[in-house]
């Protein structure tokens, strides 16, 4: 989240649209980027939770909600592939490949789709208050 620095006496902070924009997309972009490398879906599945705890409580709420949907579409499709594997027949790759070709079939467009509805949607510029510590004096 890129914001300005704050300044001593400073009441309030801007979180830009752009900033918020690009922190929306990174769910998907993370998703498209994963789904198209083969092994790396297994690592974006941790990744991919921290993006999701740091982006959900955005402080514009339209970042956690596609945040939130980027997820749901990442881990259906991981959580079908994973259990359905179990019984993929032998030690073959086909199967692998198959699954993959569904995912990358089901995440791609979709990921696509996403990024493109947020990179027309205006992101205003948002005013955060800062919180200021309270200061207690300490007797010497």
């Known amino acids: 989240m890129s914001a300005e620095p704050v300044e001593p ?11 918020s924009r690009f922190a929306a997309m990174q769910m998907d972009l993370g998703n498209l980027v994963s789904m198209l ?5 297994l690592l974006w599945f941790g990744g991919s939770m921290l993006i999701y705890a740091l982006h959900r409580h955005h402080p514009n709420p339209k ?3 596609y945040t939130q949907r980027a997820a749901y579409r990442f881990y259906a499709v991981m959580g079908a592939i994973i259990p ?3 019984f993929f027949p032998g030690r073959g790759i086909t199967s692998w ?8 079939a089901v995440i791609i467009p979709w990921s696509l ?3 493109a509805r947020i990179r027309k949607e205006h ?17 010497s």
């Open 9 to 19: 006496g400073q009441t309030s902070r801007i979180v830009t649209g752009r900033s």
């Open 37 to 41: 490398l083969p092994p790396l879906p």
């Open 63 to 65: 970042v956690g909600e």
């Open 84 to 86: 359905i594997g179990t």
């Open 97 to 104: 490949l198959i699954a993959w070709g569904v995912g990358l």
């Open 113 to 115: 789709w996403s990024i």
């Open 123 to 139: 992101w205003p510029d948002i005013e955060v208050p800062v919180e200021t510590p309270d200061v207690e004096e300490n007797p």
